[in-house]
């Protein structure tokens, strides 16, 4: 298996920290960026960087997961969005789904889902079809 790159924006310091510890035990991945603000998260694309998957929070210090999500959504070339919330209601997962997220994670409660979809992701090879295309 090839390392998924993953993309993180993730405004709480002691989220990210122990999401990307979860992470690193489900699969094999490398974070190639964080952001906690929309602007910042924006920006990272904007420049050029890449990525095979990114995860997002929906509430960020500045901005939302949501305009990180239309972002990305109008570009047909952006890497596939999970969003991983603790406001994952039905309306939110609507929203986030029409945004163009393929998977809308509640922290909560579906953290193991979410892991363990991730590393259905990341033997799929769809990380390293990503960074070849």
Known sequence: ??????YLVEDSSIIRDNLIDALHESAPI??????????????????GNECDLVIIDIFLKGGSGLGVLKTL??????????VLS?????????????LGAVKVFDKSNEL?????????FARSGRGAAASHS
């Open 112 to 120: 193991d889902e979410m892991l363990s979809w991730l590393s259905r």
């Open 1 to 6: 298996m090839d390392q998924i790159k993953i």
């Open 30 to 47: 490398d974070i190639v960026g964080c952001a906690d603000d929309e602007r910042s998260a924006v920006a990272w694309f904007r420049d």
């Open 73 to 82: 959504d109008a570009d047909v070339a952006a890497p596939p969005r999970i």
């Open 86 to 98: 603790n406001h994952a209601t039905p309306e939110v997962r609507k929203k986030c789904q029409e």
